[in-house]
């Protein structure tokens, strides 16, 4: 019976998301343009027999190329004119946003409101397309030794590469255009979501993959082994679902004022302040940093590569993982302070008579909110991190290296971020229209709570 219920209201809300005009629109946007981004996918660059690609691919099956493969939904191995993806951008939107932290210029431009945004936007594609301008001859020069056999012989190297170098710019620009205008016109975030659906593009065969190496294992037991890995998985879920959503709330009164001038304490509410601020963006910014070491593998032959190199291009090396790590809790550090500040939220609560019992509005009010947010980060960061290294030790326990990546880490920590994220607005939809939420019981919190 409960089941019966469960399919009934599935179906209902099915029926009030079609009802609702401009949500069925934007999901219909957003649906056309993600055909359009896999579709490009598949487009080799002109020259290239795709046919001749396997030792490219065979590159991109484990370490460091492998990762930066499945960001791009498998465009970087198919020589895709959308081989670069989106990483570029996010690696200019780092930059832009420590300058903004650290640059007088910056910081006053990001003051300026909706003006100086658009100002630092306007410069984070400038800084992208010099980015890709370096990474494309790199990826090309890459391509050429791993895959000589699938330039055409009549193609003029020199004007290959300028041409090359021209659409792998222009690809990858015109996925952030892409991106962008599902954030206009269609549901969710527009970057996360081609980050989500290049990565959600190889979990079917990742599965599959597993699957078939569990059942043919000579050690026998595989059907055990692949049911335990995927009750972990569903853990990890559970545990990136709690990280994302996590609060600590804080009591906070409004003190009001009756006819005759008297005051009074209101009822108690609460300030909400997520354990993890700021979402899967750590992650995010991380990764783009860890690729870096990418762009001057084509200065070096496959010997001359140095060591520190080497095991930055080993996701599964301890340096690589430490790094990683680290850069995980910073960023979680840098992230949350850029997106709450306790200063504003001080003077928002004393402006509307409000105050935390036991602390005295302003000054104090920002110390403890920051004090707070300190406590509660770190944890949250350590968990990140934790979550973020969990593939490396996957193959410990003879977990093939693809279905690993969606063993923890990066891969779950996007989708499950980015999943949130875009229910949460399907749900804020609908329940504008006074329909019934997605869930039976309580809200669906994305990256605003």
């Known amino acids: 019976m409960a089941n019966k219920l469960s399919n009934l209201k599935f179906i209902q809300t099915l029926k009030n998301i079609w009802k609702i005009e401009d949500l069925r629109m934007r999901l219909g946007i957003t649906i056309a343009i993600v055909a359009i981004y896999r579709f490009g996918s598949f487009v080799v660059l002109p020259g290239i027999d795709p046919s001749k690609l396997s030792q490219l691919q065979e590159q991109t099956s484990g370490g460091l190329m492998s990762l930066l493969d499945m960001f791009s939904g498998g465009a970087f191995s198919n020589a895709s004119i959308f081989a670069l993806g989106i990483m570029p951008y996010i690696t200019a939107s780092i930059v832009l946003q420590l300058l903004a932290m650290a640059v007088p210029y910056f910081q006053k431009m990001q003051r300026e409101g909706e003006s100086g945004r658009r100002k630092i936007n306007q410069y984070t594609r400038y800084l992208t397309v010099l980015i890709l301008l370096v990474q494309a001859p790199s990826y090309l020069a890459n391509l050429r030794y791993t895959a000589a056999g699938a330039f055409n012989e009549s193609v003029n190297l ?17 996925v952030l255009w892409l991106g962008e205008r599902i954030t206009d016109k269609g549901v969710g ?8 659906i290049g990565i959600i593009a ?12 569990r059942m043919t294992a000579a050690t026998g037991g595989g059907v055990i082994m692949f049911l335990l890995e995927i ?33 009074f304490s209101g009822a108690r509410q609460y300030l909400p302040l997520k354990v993890n601020a700021a979402n899967v963006m750590p992650i995010i910014f991380a990764q783009a940093i860890m690729f870096i070491p990418l762009v001057f593998t084509g200065l070096y032959t496959e010997a001359d590569i140095p060591t520190f190199m080497r095991l930055m291009l080993d996701h599964t090396s301890w340096v690589y993982n430490l790094i990683f790590a680290l850069l995980i809790i910073v960023f979680t550090y840098f992230y949350t302070a850029i997106t709450i500040n306790p200063v504003q939220m001080a003077e928002d609560m004393k402006r509307n008579n409000g105050f935390i019992p036991g602390i005295k509005p302003g000054k104090p009010t920002a110390e403890y909110i920051d004090t707070v947010m300190s406590r509660i980060t770190l944890p949250g960061s350590l968990f990140l991190a934790l979550i ?21 880490g990066t891969s779950i920590l996007i989708l499950v971020g980015v999943v949130l994220d875009t229910l949460q607005q399907i749900e804020s939809y609908l329940l504008m229209r006074h329909y019934d939420g997605l869930l039976k019981s309580g809200h669906i919190k994305g990256r605003m709570g």
């Open 231 to 263: 009750v972990f998985l569903l853990l990890v879920i559970c545990g990136a679902i709690a990280l994302l959503q996590g609060t600590r709330k804080v009591p906070v009164q409004y003190a009001k004022q009756t006819a005759n001038g008297a005051t």
């Open 158 to 174: 020199t004007l290959f590469m300028v041409s090359s170098t021209i659409i792998l710019a222009a690809g990858s620009m015109f």
């Open 388 to 408: 973020a290294i969990i593939p490396s030790f996957a193959g410990v326990f003879g977990v093939q290296q693809e279905f690993a990546q969606f063993f923890g």
């Open 202 to 213: 190889r979990l079917p065969q990742a599965f599959m993959q597993e699957f078939v190496s």
């Open 189 to 196: 975030n527009g970057v996360s979501l081609i980050i989500m």
